[in-house]
């Protein structure tokens, strides 16, 4: 089958958890980032014959594809990466933190665009939410039973975000996160594409 192709903005937000599966699940793609807006806006919006023209999406084969969490079980099944899912009851608590993250993640954004005491308002905003996530983790260096899930996916986006954005507001949080982001950087594939220049970061401002 011909290359895969991820479409995003050259941020993490959305795209993120996408390419951390691609990276764990050794999947070969070209990370297509946006940075221009007319580029997707005025061209391949309109040209890719996506059925649903949204980012991030991916092309591979005759695949085409949009909506980030169908993206991410499509990737999963491609990668054979569902042992990430869990199992029993386990997968619905699983699926509760991905969607958890899913919904706080775009809080990044204009995180990312503002400085100062504008930039402390909004952590301010996303605060209670990472309360949840650390008091659920409880110093843990993973969710649930000692093995990558992909809720350690999209809580690593979460914390990674804040640990980058986040100034002196992550520094109470830092000894809660600490095994958690070890664990998920030392993974092999994740630590290379980390040290990598592929890597997408916001670009301090």
């Given at each position: 089958?011909?290359?895969?192709?991820?479409?995003?903005?050259?941020?993490?937000?959305?795209?993120?958890?996408i390419?951390?599966?691609?990276?764990?699940?050794?999947q070969?793609?070209?990370?297509?980032?946006?940075?221009?807006?007319?580029?997707w806006f005025?061209?391949?919006?309109?040209?890719?014959?996506l059925?649903f023209?949204?980012?991030?999406?991916?092309?591979?084969?005759?695949?085409?594809?949009?909506?980030?969490?169908?993206?991410?079980?499509?990737?999963?099944?491609?990668?054979?990466?569902?042992?990430?899912?869990?199992?029993d009851?386990t997968?619905?608590k699983?699926?509760?933190?991905?969607?958890f993250c899913?919904?706080?993640?775009?809080?990044?954004?204009?995180i990312?665009m503002?400085?100062?005491?504008?930039?402390?308002?909004?952590?301010?905003?996303?605060l209670?939410?990472?309360k949840?996530?650390?008091?659920?983790l409880?110093?843990?260096?993973?969710?649930?039973n000692?093995s990558?899930?992909?809720?350690?996916?999209y809580?690593?986006?979460i914390?990674?975000?804040?640990q980058?954005?986040?100034?002196?507001?992550?520094k109470?949080?830092?000894?809660?996160?600490k095994a958690?982001l070890d664990?998920?950087?030392s993974i092999p594939?994740i630590k290379?594409y980390?040290?990598?220049?592929?890597?997408?970061?916001?670009?301090q401002?």
């Open positions: 089958m011909s290359e895969l192709i991820l479409g995003y903005w050259g941020l993490p937000l959305k795209g993120q958890p390419r951390y599966l691609l990276e764990l699940g050794k070969a793609y070209q990370d297509k980032k946006y940075s221009n807006k007319d580029e005025q061209q391949d919006k309109l040209n890719l014959g059925d023209p949204n980012l991030p999406y991916i092309i591979h084969g005759d695949v085409k594809m949009t909506e980030s969490q169908n993206i991410v079980a499509y990737i999963i099944d491609l990668t054979k990466q569902t042992n990430l899912l869990g199992a009851k997968k619905f699983i699926q509760n933190i991905v969607l899913n919904d706080l993640i775009g809080s990044f954004k204009p990312s503002k400085q100062g005491e504008e930039r402390t308002q909004e952590i301010e905003k996303i209670p939410k990472i949840l996530l650390e008091k659920d409880n110093k843990k260096a993973h969710f649930f000692n990558l899930t992909l809720a350690d996916i809580a690593y986006c914390i990674d975000n804040f980058q954005l986040g100034g002196d507001s992550y109470p949080f830092e000894e809660s996160f958690f664990a998920f950087r594939e290379a980390i040290e990598s220049d592929r890597c997408t970061r916001f670009q401002q």
